[in-house]
């Protein structure tokens, strides 16, 4: 297993200190986490977290031109 996993097995990050265990986070600036995040607004039941996750994938998309 690797470094990122608690005696408990759940993950920890090493990166981000001040994400809490057992969550991972996505940065809106990195383009494979865009992804992940555009998938999840696609999945999510939450109209309104949806709508407001994609709006910010794609300012940062048109931000990068």
Same mark, same amino acid.
């Given at each position: =297993? %690797? &470094? &990122?996993?608690?005696? /408990? %097995?759940?993950?920890?990050?090493?990166?981000?200190?001040?994400?809490? +265990? %057992?969550?991972?986070?996505?940065?809106? !600036?990195? /383009?494979?986490?865009?992804?992940?995040?555009? !998938?999840?607004?696609?999945?999510?039941?939450?109209? +309104?977290?949806?709508?407001?996750?994609?709006?910010?994938?794609?300012? =940062?998309? +048109?931000?990068?031109?």
């Amino acid at each position: =297993m %690797g &470094h &990122h996993l608690t005696v /408990r %097995g759940t993950f920890k990050s090493d990166k981000y200190d001040w994400c809490k +265990e %057992g969550f991972f986070a996505l940065k809106f !600036t990195d /383009r494979a986490a865009q992804e992940a995040i555009l !998938t999840y607004a696609k999945l999510t039941t939450d109209k +309104e977290l949806a709508d407001d996750l994609r709006v910010v994938v794609q300012n =940062m998309r +048109e931000s990068k031109q």
